[in-house]
């Protein structure tokens, strides 16, 4: 059972440009959270996104940065013209659906670096 | 969610247990003691969790006070593959996981 995977695990982008970072899910789970971690600082939570909605993006920059989890495929996190405060690592988690209101448990995947020149 | 207090950092010998603690005075009823662990830089691995009672997996046991103010994690046998930064969080019906600075376990030889 593949866990959450994300791609790339390393991404190079210049000021001003578009960064794409792609996360898939573990099987079966329908819930995805995005992190942010600053270097030398704990993860930050981004957003949360079920298939086709944003549930939660309140930890989200108001701009430049945007999430989507679409019917078919991985989620996207997209930051517009980047500047080098978005250099850090980019952690994706998964859990499966879940019913009561008690979250259940996140799965992370690797992350991806972004280093910003 | 309740905040958490962990000692910043923690030594342990190669081969002993390893007992991490974490206070959560905060806690509510409904919340839930979570355990990560971040090994340099990789994503975050998930450990144990618990609600009141004691719980053991593969990889640790989770002791929960009975007024559930304080949790202690423990690494049964530990080895060098297990230095890294362990994090405990709380968390209920809120799935912002908050990860304060937590604990750096280093397993020495």
């Known amino acids: 059972n593949a866990g959450v995977m994300q791609n790339p695990r390393h991404l190079v982008r210049r000021r001003g440009q578009e960064a794409r970072l792609r996360c898939s899910p573990m099987k079966g789970h329908s819930h995805v959270y995005w992190y942010r971690q600053l270097p030398e600082e704990g993860l930050k939570f981004m957003v949360y996104?079920?298939?086709?909605?944003?549930?939660?993006e309140s930890g989200m920059p108001k701009e430049r940065f945007s999430a989507e989890f679409p019917k078919e495929g991985p989620s996207i996190l997209r930051i517009q013209q980047v500047v080098r405060g978005d250099s850090a690592a980019y952690f994706c988690a998964s859990s499966p659906p879940y019913e009561g209101g008690i979250t259940d448990t996140q799965y992370f995947g690797p992350g991806t670096r972004l280093t910003v020149l | 969610d309740a905040k958490t207090t962990q000692p910043p950092s923690m030594d342990c010998a190669e081969g002993r247990a390893a007992n991490l603690p974490c206070n959560h005075s905060?806690?509510?009823?409904?919340?839930?003691v979570y355990w990560y662990r971040q090994i340099h830089s990789q994503g975050p691995q998930y450990i144990i969790h618990g609600l009141k009672n004691n719980e053991t997996n593969e990889m640790a046991s989770l002791i929960i006070t009975e007024d559930r103010k304080s949790s202690t994690l423990i690494l049964p046998h530990a080895t060098l593959r297990d230095t890294a930064v362990y994090y405990c969080?709380?968390?209920?019906?809120?799935?912002?996981?908050?990860f304060g600075k937590g604990t750096l376990l280093t397993v020495n030889p």
């Open positions: 905060t806690i509510s009823g409904n919340e839930y």
């Open positions: 996104l079920q298939k086709e909605n944003i549930i939660d």
């Open positions: 969080i709380v968390a209920g019906s809120n799935y912002k996981l908050t």
